[in-house]
Each structure stands twice: as C-alpha cells, then as structure tokens.
C-alpha cells in the first residue's frame, strides 16, 4: 500500500500570507496529483506533475515535485478567503487506482 | 450540466436496508471510480470500471458490497444490510482513459445509517 503523509493537517492563516503544506512518501510514484475539496463538495483536479524536480504555477499556487518523485510541496501566495479548503494529494497506481493523503485543511482569515 | 453527475446527493437508511448509489460520468468518459471517504480517514479506492466490466475491485469489501457499469445507464454502488459503519460519503469520478491519475469526480453521495 502506497502511503501518503500530508503535513500540516491543520494550517490558519491570515489573508496576505504566504504558506507551503507538504505531502510525502516512501514510495516513488510516476506521478502525482493536488486536488482541492471544499465542504460538501467532491475533490477537484488543480494540478497533475509528472517529472521529478518539475514546478508548476496556477495563478499563486507553485506546486513542486521532488528530485527523487516520493514527495511534493503546494506553496501559496497571497492567500486569500477563496484558497480556503482541504487540498488533497494523490498518487497513482495503475488503473487510475489513487491513493491519497488524509489533505491539508487550509483556513484563510479575513 | 457536463460533470460528473450522482444521486442521491443524501441518503438515510435504517441498519439492514439497501443503499443503492448512482453515477452517471462525464460524457465521453467510459472509466467510472467509487471512492469512500470517511472524516479523519481520506478517501480511499473501492472499485474501478468499465461499461460492462468490473477491472478492479480490490478496495471494495467482500460482503455486502457490489457494483456494476452496464451498458446503458450509471453506475451503481450497491450495499446490501447496510450497518452504521457503513455512514460515509461516497464519491464517484470518471476518466477519460487509465493512468492519467486525472479524475473528475462528482459531489458525493452522503449515507447515513441509522
């Protein structure tokens, strides 16, 4: 069973601010995606990383994917109400078969 | 409405009843995925299909448990004697294709099981 460890599971912060939630693996995975759920709602797709080492930018979010493909880290910039929610991050077996992290629940304060 | 599409959206049922969950997936999207999520305990993998296929359902438990894609019409998740372990919210994506890990799920189906 491929596991992964989302830290921190809780994070409050104020509107403005920067953060960065991690998610990590002893497994290596071809790739890996961030999905992100609000209450009530089913996950969606932000971003998918395929190589190690590879960055990606969606708007204020970066997203990272290790040298070695086990871990992977979503930084925020100017957080704002809006970004509040639970990212969750998943990674794949064959058969689209994902696991995922227990998420990051994120709280932006006005 | 073009998404992932699941009803009921709530369910309540009473321990020994049957819930029946649907899943239409998105159009064009012939892959449909159940995926159980409990709070503290993320989402987990139940089953994998395809039109008329089961392919994997290595995540679903033995008993109770079933599901099925037919040829016309959604998909089902079926629990049979439902017991209050069962209370979850049960998500339902679709794909395009195996292997891209890039799931469009729908808004859940909640049970409760009183």
């Known amino acids: 069973t491929q596991l992964l460890e989302q830290s921190p599971q809780f994070l409050s912060i104020q509107e403005g601010e920067n953060l960065t939630v991690y998610c990590n693996s002893s497994s290596v995975f071809s790739s890996l995606q961030w999905y992100r759920q609000e209450p009530g709602e089913g996950p969606v797709l932000l971003v998918t990383?395929?190589?190690?080492?590879e960055v990606k930018k969606l708007k204020r979010l970066t997203f990272q994917f290790g040298d070695a493909r086990k871990d992977s880290s979503l930084h925020i910039t100017a957080a704002q109400t809006g970004d509040t929610g639970l990212y969750l991050c998943a990674g794949g077996g064959g058969n689209n078969r994902l696991a995922f992290g227990k998420g990051n629940q994120v709280v932006v304060i006005p | 409405n073009a998404g992932v599409m699941q009803n009921p959206r709530h369910l309540v049922r009473r321990r020994g009843q049957e819930a029946r969950l649907r899943c239409s997936p998105m159009k064009g999207h012939s892959h449909v995925y159940w995926y159980r999520q409990l709070p503290e305990e993320g989402l987990k993998f139940m089953v994998y299909l395809q039109k008329e296929n089961i392919i994997d359902e290595s995540g679903m438990p033995k008993e109770r448990f079933s599901a099925e894609f037919p040829k016309e019409g959604p998909s089902i998740l079926r629990i049979q004697q439902v017991v209050r372990g069962d209370s979850a919210a049960y998500f339902c994506?679709?794909?395009?294709?195996?292997?891209?890990?890039?799931?469009?799920f729908g808004e859940g189906s909640r049970l409760t099981v009183l």
């Open positions: 994506a679709s794909s395009p294709g195996p292997g891209t890990g890039e799931l469009f």
């Open positions: 990383v395929v190589t190690g080492g």
